[in-house]
């Protein structure tokens, strides 16, 4: 029989022991002095550490990121850095000023620029990009944090946390961390006596400071109707005809961008004459957009489940919490986590944009000398194999025939032929192939692949993939709503005329849509102040939406 | 401009103070008696509710359950219940007693029998089958709660709960709940002064009660390997062989069964002979098996992220606090959602067993006469297809030529080619699509889709189906390791001749597998007994599990 190997079996333990007592004169409580922080993590860090560096598309801990950044490389370097989000400046100053060398990341939209340049100079080795929850998995098997730098509200005297309505991934990436004896860094806004709620139990955090203003919260999800132009007016006229009423779609996501804030501003309009609330659109896994207020007000949503919150919209979510969810104490508390899983797994429709599709259909941001990551969108844009309930909409794209009568979530990809400078959106073969290979990727970054598209609308109509039986056709099908592109002008009218008859695409025609309605007064508001009124004045735009109306 | 409907936005915070008022007599601070549990329940939940009753495949809320079995069904009725597990018998006399009628499920293993009849006889109106993160999801969109009936082991008299070890799915059915204004009721093993640690903070809470003894608690994932079989260990000889170091599959999940128990125990011997420590198995999303601790005491287990607790490991995993994810209190987290998400993106390899498998390779462990449901499987035996990290396991997946570079999970379906009885394991249709019609199920309820299986293990061999060309070609790789079953007789020499030629299957003899060492002596443990040896008297077994050798 053999017996144990008398290993340390608490060496994590230990080891974080040690670490805090480096901190002990610094440290009250749980509580360090602002201008001990970058000490504190100098010491409490130690080179060749996996940092977990809270920042996802809207809540950031800015705080800690630029004291981190402002720590010696001498006391720190080779760190392993595992972000959601690549966002602000100093996050890749860390690579340049060698405190980090490799990065795990989900998302770099405003930095995607500067971090392509700085892989290709082989200043940051990339390990992978991920989809959020991905990457939160991986904290759990094989890239668990030895610290993790977040950011909350508040926090008591006890060190209990609130993070309110940008609780985001905080709870996850602190839960990874803290239950494998790793170190949790917090800074929080406030200090108070008493929380409005717990978010985060104070037994999982180590230490908690005070940050030098409140941490960087974008408004990332707010799109002013002003800039909606007509042709997106008419996409969304074709989405809602051809795809929401068409399988009535009761439960989606929406995510960032015009396209889509041209149908939420359009359901109080046009759905409504098309007779569609309590049809169509009813639970949501969105942000808290502001252009849902149109039709949250005019009844037509039960239920938003968000993935973090958006600056401006607190007031009103408080006081609709038979929309949101909301605690006990009355405000918001949104979960990405949770809210990606949903997203997954419970709607029935993803609808996203690209900025390039290859001719049958693969899809990506990513383009050269860009390399922007996907944050969320693979995630819900590809149809879970692992799913075992079925609705009407998810029914609607089982293959004929098929005895296991298995359906698929609908991933629609909405897009104007043409990208800003007349770039056509539609490319023989995706930049991401090229970018895989310079900057040493394992695999190209693919942001929708094209088996998962079932769907494609652009100004030209509705392509329906999913009947498309062959790779061959669906090229077809995407050529003919491609509009006066390369792959648009190599589909004739005899193969237009017979994919309409077979249904795989459909024309404003097809559908019966009145183009001439599709202008600006269609949109249930025009601009952000019709959304404050619409909101009975709860919603309190951010500074710079405000520009054009006081 | 429009304005607000001036609708009442607050008519579900409205409801739950009103139904908490109905018990405000009762009440103190959140505690009630255990003698009015019965009342309590008949007060705050209303007829038609949609209520979560915690019982998953481990910790059961057995004392909400009961009582709410006895609550009568002129007070309550058309329940529309929402369970993770089917599990005891009074879930299913909720039914039979009328107060309930709808039910949203994932599993219901010991009910199986008695649910498939209740379902034909119409008793049950059967919402979906679900995975368990599918089932979470759908909480926070389409099935959001009104009541969670849910199992803790202590609260303190703020109401804060600790659940320690078994936290399981609490946590996530807890937040959907009270952040829509639903109400959460736990039971509790204990009310004490100071907790371990908070896991679910108090504010989230509503009604607390004490439990008239400790919810219960499950050994499901148990296997003493006195019953492991020889054929069992040659199996997993062949997976260590043929899959775990072929493909150097560095993170998996493992489930319940022997099969995979046989293969925990071969890795310290047959494993450490092949040189595979450090190269296979390192990273775990698993419950705490007890037989992986021969593997965890040799050294070969970095990290395990456990769905539940198990039974009597309690001790031995607060002294592993490096192998197991561990709070600051020492004892145990496991989170059942996390540890899925992990599971289904994180890990590199699936390996479970199946009742059925149809000749082109989708199985089911739904049978006639007994609907099972699936848990976690179907969700971590799927390529996710929103996955983008790569590893060598997965990247060896890809199909030749393809400049996506597309890799996919390992999805490993391993069993013996007849079941007890002399059943085929191979049928030429699955039960389940006769199940559907009969329990009229929107969708025949397949554990895994053909499509998705890259690996099958049998006492003949391992296929590749991963390699195979056509569903043509999948069902002669099928045949070819089905042995003496009807497909396995359809396999002619001259067919396995090309397919082990071509590496679509492989023989003992291929993977140079010593088959007269595939007896029980190649076990590092082969007893419960010796897995106690092995703990350093840690292990604790439950009572069951010891009659053999006290």
């Not at 598309?57 to 800015?62: G, I, L, T, V, Y």
């Not at 946390?161 to 004896?181: D, H, Q, R, S």
């Not at 896994?285 to 502001?290: E, K, S, T, W």
Request: hydrophobic share 40%; charged share 25%.
């Amino acid at each position: 029989m053999p017996t144990s190997t008398n290993t340390r079996w608490t060496k994590k333990r230990d080891a974080k022991r040690d670490r805090l007592s480096r901190i002990s004169s610094m440290i009250e409580g749980k509580f360090v002095q602002q201008d001990n922080i970058v000490s504190v993590l100098e010491r409490v860090i130690e080179p060749y550490d996996r940092v977990i560096l809270e920042g996802n598309n809207q809540k950031q801990a800015s705080f800690l990121s630029k004291s981190l950044a402002n720590a010696s490389n001498e006391a720190l370097h080779h760190l392993h850095l595992i972000m959601s989000s690549v966002s602000r400046p100093e996050h890749l100053d860390l690579f340049e000023n060698e405190i980090a060398d490799r990065l795990d990341f989900s998302f770099s939209g405003p930095q995607s620029t500067r971090i392509a340049q700085m892989i290709e100079d082989e200043e940051i080795k990339v390990g992978n990009i991920h989809t959020y929850i991905e990457l939160y998995g991986r904290l759990f098997i094989d890239l668990i944090p030895n610290v993790a730098l977040v950011a909350a509200d508040q926090a008591d005297a006890n060190g209990n946390l609130y993070t309110g309505a940008n609780t985001e991934e905080t709870p996850t990436i602190v839960e990874a961390t803290a239950f494998k004896n790793g170190i949790v860094i917090a800074q929080v806004n406030e200090i108070v006596d008493e929380l409005p709620r717990v978010d985060i139990p104070s037994s999982w955090v180590d230490v908690i400071v005070l940050g030098d203003e409140p941490y960087q919260l974008e408004a990332l999800f707010t799109r002013d109707p002003r800039h909606i132009t007509e042709i997106q007016i008419l996409m969304a006229m074709l989405a809602i005809r051809g795809v929401y009423e068409k399988h009535s779609v009761q439960s989606l996501n929406h995510g960032i961008g015009f396209n889509t804030a041209a149908i939420e501003l359009l359901l109080p309009t046009y759905g409504e004459s098309l007779n569609l609330r309590g049809k169509i659109c009813k639970h949501w896994a969105a942000n808290p957009h502001p252009t849902l207020i149109p039709a949250i007000e005019s009844g037509w949503i039960d239920s938003i489940h968000s993935f973090g919150g958006e600056k401006g919209m607190e007031q009103y979510i408080a006081a609709r919490p038979d929309v949101f969810f909301v605690g006990s104490d009355g405000t918001m508390r949104s979960n990405r986590t949770l809210c990606q899983m949903a997203g997954q797994y419970a709607v029935d429709l993803f609808i996203g944009s690209t900025l390039q599709m290859d001719y049958v259909g693969n899809s990506s941001t990513v383009v050269r000398g860009r390399l922007a990551g996907f944050g969320g969108a693979p995630n819900m844009g590809h149809d879970p194999k692992g799913r075992r309930h079925s609705t009407k909409a998810w029914l609607d794209m089982q293959k004929t025939g098929d005895e296991l009568v298995r359906g698929r979530k609908l991933v629609v990809q909405m897009m104007e032929t043409h990208q800003p400078g007349n770039r056509p959106v539609f490319v023989d073969q995706l930049d991401a192939i090229q970018v895989a290979k310079e900057a040493n990727l394992g695999t190209p970054p693919v942001m929708i692949y094209a088996d998962d598209v079932t769907h494609l609308v652009t100004e030209e109509g509705v392509a329906y993939l999913y009947k498309s039986d062959s790779p061959a056709e669906r090229k077809e099908a995407i050529a003919a709503v491609a509009g006066v592109t390369e792959l648009g002008m190599t589909s004739t009218a005899r193969q237009k005329h017979r994919l309409r008859e077979q249904g795989i695409i459909a024309t404003t025609d097809d559908l019966e849509i009145d183009v001439k309605k599709s202008n600006r007064s269609l949109l249930a508001a025009k601009s952000i102040e019709e959304l404050v009124m619409w909101s009975d004045g709860l919603y309190d735009p951010p500074e710079k939406f405000r520009s054009y109306w006081t």
